[in-house]
């Protein structure tokens, strides 16, 4: 059965604080996002991953960092956290392909930054 | 960037019922997929129709794409409390290997 998992599911951190979100998976995918998803807006794409070491801005990076470098983990950092990056984080991953896309997602951290 | 848009946000209908939901893009796609979500929770992946298909069935679920008009539906028929959940669309318009959601649609199935 195929496998992502978030180190937390919860997590409450105080603003100033640098903040680890682990992710890993374990379908050897090559793949692998962190998106955020606030009510109203769906969720956005903070980061992408194609292969270790190697990521790609998605449409909100700011503030955020990211690290890859074991195929199957993928981590999300908060240099810094703010009171406005209080949300759930959701980790997902899916195979390179073309054609077949599907994304497999995490359980989600929510993260409250007080 | 948000691509798709689901439509309605929310909807709430008698167990037994059928639930739509229509999902609205903007740009040329390979594919459109469908999750849903559960409260709290991640999503799961529920069915995917290529650009050149028109209609796919999964159980419960008939997905339709019509690409002239960049829209989907998701059909769940004789709907159960268990299917109360967010669905969202998702297309591939920013390449292969990433996908732009919608904002979701939430179901409340009321027993």
């Known amino acids: 059965d195929v496998k992502v998992t978030q180190s937390s599911r919860y997590l409450v951190k105080r603003t100033g604080e640098k903040v680890f979100l682990e992710c890993v998976q374990d379908?050897?995918?090559?793949?692998m996002f962190w998106y955020r998803q606030d009510p109203g807006l769906g969720l956005r794409l903070i980061y992408f991953?194609?292969?270790?070491?190697?990521?790609e801005k998605g449409d909100i990076p700011e503030g955020y960092s990211v690290s890859r470098e074991k195929k199957e983990r993928f981590s999300l950092i908060l240099e810094s956290a703010s009171t406005n990056q209080t949300s759930m984080y959701l980790c997902?991953?899916?195979?390179?392909?073309?054609?077949?896309?599907?994304?497999?997602f995490g359980p989600g951290t929510r993260l409250t930054v007080l | 960037s948000q691509q798709g848009e689901e439509d309605p946000q929310a909807l709430s209908i008698q167990e037994g019922e059928n639930a739509t939901m229509n999902c609205s893009y903007k740009t040329s796609i390979n594919n459109l997929q469908w999750y849903r979500q559960n409260s709290g929770r991640g999503l799961v992946h529920l069915i995917l129709i290529r650009s050149n298909e028109r209609e796919k069935h999964s159980g419960r679920l008939r997905v339709t794409l019509d690409t002239s008009k960049k829209s989907s539906s998701l059909l769940i028929t004789a709907s159960r409390a268990a299917d109360t959940a967010s669905y969202f669309c998702a297309t591939d318009s920013q390449g292969a290997q990433k996908l732009v959601f919608g904002q979701g649609t939430r179901l409340t199935i009321n027993p």
């Open positions: 991953s194609y292969d270790v070491k190697m990521k």
């Open positions: 379908m050897d995918h090559e793949n």
């Open positions: 997902a991953s899916s195979l390179m392909g073309l054609t077949y896309n599907e994304q497999f």
